[in-house]
């Protein structure tokens, strides 16, 4: 049973476009968000999170929206960068005293130069 | 580089086999965490554990078992390996409380023949 889904395998975008990433979370007991991002051989980094009592996060080009009445979030990246490039997953943390983390499967974005 | 270190980096071995994967988390994090990423799969949740206690569990095999030792390194032992268990093996430290940001090392990639 997928908690958390990132519909789009891959997603390609032009650099200076705006990249935009989507998640579906069926859990109400997330009470934050966050994105990773990966890189090939490399462990997964920190980019931006967002806590349930929040609809939006900014951070530089990175903006992060939450919509918990259709459990959906999305990551907006503008302008959009070839070092952007990498594998994103979506991973709320599960609440309730849990801390552990519930990854999504990435979707790998591609920004052409 | 998120100081958390991660050995050995490749392994590779026959089935019914036993390995272990070590894990030295950041200075200071208290926390561990075990993750799975099987190939085109998200990262999967495998346990916790808090200075030296077990916290979380998720759907780690019996076959496998963890500990974290005194000076707050962790290791995962699997055991009686199957061509399944192939996949990327993360771990990850985070600080007592906060927003739920892990910090992952490269990972351990673990390859059955």
């Known amino acids: 049973d997928q908690q958390v889904k990132q519909n789009s395998p891959s997603l390609s975008v032009q650099e200076g476009r705006i990249s935009i990433l989507n998640c579906d979370y069926t859990n109400s007991m997330f009470d934050y968000f966050l994105w990773y991002k990966k890189y090939p051989a490399e462990g997964p980094t920190f980019l931006i999170s967002i806590s349930s009592i929040k609809d939006k996060n900014e951070d530089g080009r990175f903006t992060v929206f939450l919509n918990k009445s259709a459990k959906h979030l999305s990551l907006h990246i503008v302008p959009s960068q070839p070092g952007d490039s990498a594998v994103y997953f979506c991973?709320?943390?599960?609440?309730?005293?849990?801390?552990?983390?519930?990854f999504g499967k990435g979707t790998k974005l591609t920004v052409n130069p | 580089d998120s100081g958390v270190t991660q050995t050995p980096k490749h392994l590779i071995t026959a089935t019914g086999q036993r390995v272990t994967l070590r894990c030295s988390p950041r200075?200071?994090?208290?926390?561990v965490y075990w993750y799975q990423q099987s190939l085109d799969q998200g990262l999967q949740f495998l346990i916790q554990?808090?200075?030296?206690?077990?916290?979380a569990k998720g759907n780690i095999l019996e076959r496998f078992s963890a500990q974290q030792f005194p000076d707050l390194h962790s290791e995962l032992n699997l055991s009686s390996l199957e061509l399944g268990d192939s996949a990327l093996y993360f771990c990850a430290s985070s600080p007592t409380t906060g927003t739920g940001e892990l910090f992952f090392g490269e990972g351990s990639r673990l390859t059955v023949l």
């Open positions: 554990y808090y200075n030296g206690e077990e916290r």
């Open positions: 991973a709320p943390r599960s609440g309730g005293g849990s801390e552990k983390l519930v």
């Open positions: 200075s200071g994090d208290l926390s």
